[in-house]
């Protein structure tokens, strides 16, 4: 049936608790991107299925990956351009492969590259407050300086130790009043 021409129908309805949830998400996605865009870690959000969703730049700077296959939305490229750089090839893919089939399970491990660089590699699920899993993350840290600092002190406190074990006068330390240490000729 028709309204008459002088009556308007008007249909009201309060959006204003969706408004502010879109606003609330918008809020949280430009906060996330901001974290994940700033950070000095390659940072990789990937699907349930393993797919990339999103990656930071960095992860291309670390893995020298090439802006096509970073770019490229299908990430096979990039998958096999980083396996090319490991020296276990097999061990990284089988790892990443275990977790993807362990979706709640975190994972840290150190990656070889072939051209010397270490990898730090973590992996965690990306779990909803409801307790559904969305996904994983992967964070990869560049700690090659690191190492060689850590492996350079260790080299420098073993030549130390050699010099004092073969000095021919006593060398002791002595922690409030007791010896903690005596070389052979103390």
Not at 78 to 92: C, L, N, S, T, Y
Not at 132 to 138: E, M, S
Not at 160 to 181: K, Q, S, T
Request: proline share 5%.
């Amino acid at each position: 049936s028709r309204l008459p021409p002088d009556l308007v129908a008007v249909s009201l309805q309060d959006i204003s608790e969706r408004a502010w949830t879109e606003e609330a998400l918008r809020h949280k996605t430009a906060l996330f991107e901001a974290q994940l865009h700033s950070s000095t870690d390659g940072i990789i959000v990937a699907d349930t299925t393993g797919k990339k969703i999103l990656q930071n730049l960095r992860v291309a700077e670390i893995w020298k990956i090439p802006k096509n296959a970073a770019d490229d939305p299908d990430d096979a490229l990039q998958i096999r351009h980083m396996k090319g750089m490991v020296r276990d090839p097999e061990g990284f893919a089988a790892r990443a492969s275990h977790l993807l089939s362990h979706p709640y399970e975190t994972g840290n491990d150190m990656v070889d590259l072939i051209d010397g660089t270490i990898i730090e590699r973590y992996s965690a699920p990306v779990i909803g407050k409801n307790g559904k899993n969305y996904g994983r993350i992967w964070k990869y840290r560049d700690i090659t300086e690191q190492r060689n600092a850590e492996l350079a002190l260790k080299e420098s406190e073993e030549k130390f130790r050699r010099v004092v074990e073969r000095a021919p006068a006593g060398i002791f330390i002595a922690i409030d009043g007791r010896f903690a240490y005596l070389n052979p000729a103390a």
